[in-house]
């Protein structure tokens, strides 16, 4: 059974918890509705995504090492069309999308990449409204590459409809319908190649974004989303998976991760904020579908484009099927003993595929519009005590309403409690909670109720 926190649970907790020390009127309801956002899931379309994931697959390969050439049929053709397909986009909403190639030469790098490959990621930007905000990013991926059963073969058939063209037209169509709305920071719409070599496209766009120290506040993966049923053929239409790392495997933890363990703040890295963000989100806009948050940062034996931005510190969560049939991805299209293999598009299910694209859109578009999450978030620790005080940096936002404490068991994987705070308070005590049982998370929101993803407060030991 799911456990939600939906709107009239937070707001029952923040009556029954004791009231902040500040006058100030109170803020507007937490998890208010934004119409738009309704707009917006509403207006991403099963048919247009359908229609993507048949032009994709009738490239006969999308293989990295394939025929280059934009006239061709294989990727350099496949580049062209999702280019051509988000200038569209971009020239029905008033040329608000920006779009560029990220072209770049991958060295080899056997076994996986014998020779040097021609990449190209193909990047649409819509940039944030409000110039105070625009520096901060939100990024939504999907891959284009595909593969048959060797690594290697760039020239037998490999449609790769659920992998991943189902991701690469989600994304496009969350570009089309986003691009009509306005949102305060920026969003990127990322198309990339050779994924299936080594995760090249990706991971040159990342480095380049912490080059130019790049804000990036979530990275949205979509890598497999394009099937309800399992090779057991057991269909749930009404879940997606999300991949959120814990503690990254590093070998030696910087000060900020070390304080984060210490204080049994493992299950509070940004990538599980951001996941837990993105499944309150989703209950509120596409209550269809449960977001089953996993946490770990990908399957066994797999790995997806947000590793690179993991790897580079921001946080990044993968969206997955529910079950995967493994006959459909990475093989050769053929029957053998009346099994069919191959990844074709007549085993996509476009109205879920769609769904997907919505808790992606409903995701980027509540994000894009909160407040940034609250910097320098601290937790008294000082002196023992049974009560918590937390405090943190003033938003910079004009429209910021206020900021909500959340917390859990520490044995629970979602919020469970929540005290909205006015703007004018940057520093609370919640009375009888004891920091010792729960965890703590701040979050910012602004007057129509877009919020932030929670901030784990650092311990602050000096009074
Ligand atoms: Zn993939």
Partial sequence: MAMRASAPFLLAAALAAPAPASEAPPPSPAHAVDPDVREIVSGISPERIQRSIYVLASFKTRHTLSDPLPSGDGIGGAASWIRAEFDRASAQAGGRLKVELDSFEQPPSPPRNPQKAQITNIVATLKGTDPDSEGRTLVVSGHYDSRATSLLDAASPAPGADDDASGVASVLEVARVLSHFKFRATIVFLAVAGEEQGLYGSTHW?????????????????????????????????????????????????????????????????????????????????????????????????????????????????????????????????????????????????????????????????????????????????????????????????????????????????????????????????????????VFGVEAFDAAGHASPAVFPRARTTL
Avoid: C
């Avoid at 900021?403 to 979602?414: A, H, M, N």
């Fill in 206 to 438: 990342a480095q380049g974004a912490k080059e130019r120290r790049a804000d990036i506040e979530a990275m949205l993966d979509n890598d497999i989303i394009g099937s309800s049923r399992s090779e057991g053929g057991k269909v749930d239409r009404g879940t997606v998976r999300l991949f959120a790392q814990g503690i990254p495997p590093v070998a030696a933890p910087d000060e900020g991760l070390t304080a984060l363990i210490r204080a049994g703040g493992e299950n509070d890295t940004p990538p599980r904020e951001l996941a837990r963000a993105v499944r309150e989100i989703a209950a509120a806009y596409v209550p269809s579908m449960n977001v089953r948050v996993v946490y770990r940062a990908d399957r066994y034996l797999r790995g997806g484009d947000h590793l690179p931005f993991l790897e580079r510190g921001y946080p990044a969560v993968r969206f997955t099927e529910p079950a995967e049939d493994f006959r459909r991805q990475h093989q050769d299209v053929r029957e053998e003993k009346g099994v069919q293999y191959g990844d074709t598009p007549d085993h996509v299910d476009f109205a879920y595929t769609a769904d997907v694209a919505r808790v992606n859109a409903a995701a980027l578009a509540v994000l894009a519009r909160a407040p940034a999450p609250p910097r320098d978030v601290q937790i008294e620790a000082a002196r023992l005590e049974n009560d918590t005080t937390l405090r943190w940096a003033p938003n910079p936002e004009p429209d910021l309403a206020g900021y909500r404490i959340v917390w859990r068991e520490t044995t629970s994987p979602f919020w469970e409690h929540g005290l909205d705070l006015p703007r004018n308070v940057t520093r609370t005590t919640v009375r009888d909670v004891s920091k010792d049982n729960v």
